[in-house]
């Protein structure tokens, strides 16, 4: 696998339990676990595509999960797809997943959900089907658009 350029680290009060669920309900897979004296988890690593994401458990006042601070997230993760993103969505509600946002086409080319996670991360899950027009966009919208290189 190519290193990923960018990661994120989600904090869980129970990270044993979401990398059993992650995987589950999203289809990550687990990469690397390391486990402390007492046989908890310390960090643990999950691969999708070729990105990745660690899983941890609160280790000082600010680094909390959102389950500790009344379900308040400053981050959404968002995944893309290669396929069968509906399909997806499907997996993860069976799974327990609080399905936030419907499978929708957006304006931007992709057909995307949102979902809660058990201990409250937001997720948005995407794949593309069709290309992306700054034409069409900027008129489905009203927004401007600008793209840099």
Request: aromatic share 10%.
């Amino acid at each position: 696998m190519t290193q990923a350029s960018l990661a994120a680290a989600l904090i869980y009060r129970d990270p044993s339990a979401a990398l059993d669920w992650l995987e589950k309900a999203f289809g990550f897979e687990r990469s690397m676990v390391i486990s402390d004296a007492d046989g908890g988890l310390a960090h643990a690593q999950m691969t999708f595509g070729n990105g990745y994401i660690m899983v941890g458990s609160p280790w000082n006042e600010f680094v909390v999960s959102p389950a500790d601070n009344g379900g308040r997230n400053t981050q959404i993760l968002h995944v893309h797809l290669d396929e069968d993103v509906d399909g997806h969505c499907e997996r993860a509600r069976a799974a327990g997943a609080v399905i936030q946002q419907e499978p929708a086409e957006q304006f931007y080319g992709d057909r995307t959900y949102r979902a809660s996670d058990p201990e409250g991360h937001v997720w948005t899950f995407a794949q593309n089907i069709r290309p992306f027009s700054v034409e069409e966009s900027e008129k489905a919208t009203g927004l401007k658009i600008e793209m840099f290189s």
